[in-house]
């Protein structure tokens, strides 16, 4: 039996880890569950699972919560903040921390699992981004084993050889990184202009939390995406090629020396990923209908284009440079996108806060944890400037 703090739960990754477990109630159990403000989300959630701790990250809404549990004479006790998250992702415990946090806001409590040696499931890149040499470091040096849950990285996860003495000699060519363009991919650049936030949701394979469906939109989240493969599989983004696959059925791709290609396919549902991480080495049912070659019928694939999508430039170009330039881009983009969803920024300016916030914080690679905090608030302080110079 496996003791789970999946934080996040009440998100896009958070339910879908959720799912996972109700089919498979003989090996996990859930310890612990969080949420940032959505206090009923998070009561419903404790009534079905009865975890011992609750967090809200939000401090009034884990007053909220408290009363509302407490009336209820739930056995749940509720923790609030930061620091409440950073308690049950260390917790002793706990056996796995699933890091389903959106953004910068889940860094702490999936440095906190890696450093007390837990299984981590990390659907959070952002933390990695930002703190990548930090966080590998948080991964060794405590001893945890970190399993992507991002559905590509997880593919790549599975392509790879078995782990062991790393990829060194291993034959390993290139990583070749599946991104289904998003909803954009047939759109010129002037026609974006104009488009509204749930223009761009309306992601066309899959279903998630706005701030990644956005990424998604612009190709940011390929661009993380590239950054996050380096640091995961210890390769330089010169070994990593982005491929645009439309079906999102292959989830990415290993080409070996030999000439060999290796695909995980799958329907586009995060509960294979979640499942397999989940199990890893074992397999487990992640309730997801079995894949369908004959009705999904043609796999199609393009080379990006980096000129309809300069996010996917900026993250290539962020992996390349290294030093500031990934935690900057990280924290830019959050920033732009929270503006572009609140309708203070067009989609197209995306971009251009991220540049020139990546422009702005150039420098050395930051080596602790308060440099990386310092990192991200100048580069979120910088990003807001050039978001409010840009008429709207
Ligand atoms: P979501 O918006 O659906 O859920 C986010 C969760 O984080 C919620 O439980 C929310 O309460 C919590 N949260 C939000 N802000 C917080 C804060 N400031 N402090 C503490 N908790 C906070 O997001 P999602 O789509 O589930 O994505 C979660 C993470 O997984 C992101 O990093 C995303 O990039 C990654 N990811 C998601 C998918 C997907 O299919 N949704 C796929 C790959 C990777
Ligand atoms: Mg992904």
Redesign the pocket.
Known sequence: MKRLAVC???????TSTLDVVLRNRSRYEIFAL???S?VDGLAAQCRVWRPRFAVM?DEPAASRLHEVLSAEASGTRVLAGASGLVQVAAHPDVDYVVA????A??LMPSLAAARSGKRVLL????ALVMSGRLFMDAVREGGAELLPI??EHNAIFQCLPARGSGNAGRGVRRILLTGSGGPFRMRTPESLHGVTPDEACAHPN?S?????SIDSATMMNKGLEVIEACWLFDVGPGSVDVVVHPQSVIHSMVEYEDGSVLAQLGNPD?RIPIAHALAWPDRIVSGVVPLDLVSTSRLDFEAPDFGRFPCLRLGFEAARAGGAAPAALNAANEVAVDAFLNRRLRFTHIARVAEATVAACAGGEPRTLDEVLELDALARVRAAEFAAAIPH
Not at 208 to 212: A, D, F, P, S, W
């Open positions: 996040g739960s009440t998100g896009s990754i958070g969080t949420a940032h959505n990250s389903a946090i959106v953004g806001a889940g659907a959070n890149k952002e991002d559905s899959w998630m939390g706005r701030k990644i995060m």
